[in-house]
C-alpha cells in the first residue's frame, strides 16, 4: 500500500506562483515514475507532467509548458511542481500520482496506480 498527500495549493492572483508538494509513504519502490494531473470542473482529469525515476526525464502538457516545472528528491520521497505564471485556466484541483512499478510513465491514466486527494489551486483575474 502506498499513499501520496499533496499540499501547498490555494488562492493566488493571475501571474503568481505556487509550489506543489506531493510526499509519498507506505511500501514504496526505488524504481517509479511520478506524475501530476489536474481537473476542472465539469471536466475530466488531464496530464499536467510526469518525471522518471531518477528525474533525468521530464514531459509538460503543450498548456503548462515554460511556465511550470517538475522535479522530485527521492530522499524525502517528495516530487513537486512548481507552477508561474499562472492564469484562471490553471484553476484545478491537482493530483500526484506514482507509476505502476517498471513502466515508463507518460500522459495516460492508466500509468498510475495511486493517487494522491488532490490539491485545490485557485487563480483569480
Known amino acids: 500500500q502506498v499513499q501520496l498527500v499533496e499540499s501547498g495549493g490555494g488562492l493566488v492572483q493571475a501571474g503568481g506562483s505556487l509550489r506543489l508538494s506531493c510526499v509519498l509513504s507506505?511500501?514504496?519502490?526505488?524504481?517509479?515514475?511520478l506524475g501530476w494531473f489536474r481537473q476542472a470542473p465539469g471536466k475530466e482529469r488531464e496530464f499536467v507532467s510526469c518525471i522518471n525515476w531518477n528525474g533525468d526525464i521530464t514531459r509538460y502538457a503543450d498548456s503548462v509548458k515554460g511556465r511550470f516545472t517538475i522535479s522530485r528528491d527521492n530522499a524525502k520521497n517528495t516530487v513537486y511542481l512548481q507552477m508561474n505564471n499562472l492564469t484562471p485556466e490553471d484553476t484545478a484541483v491537482y493530483y500526484c500520482?506514482?507509476?505502476?512499478?517498471?513502466?515508463?510513465?507518460?500522459?495516460?491514466?492508466?500509468?498510475?496506480?495511486?493517487w494522491g486527494q488532490g490539491t485545490q489551486v485557485t487563480v483569480s483575474s
Open positions: 500520482a506514482r507509476g505502476r512499478v517498471f513502466l515508463v510513465v507518460g500522459p495516460a491514466v492508466n500509468d498510475y496506480d495511486y
Open positions: 507506505g511500501r514504496t519502490f526505488s524504481n517509479y515514475g
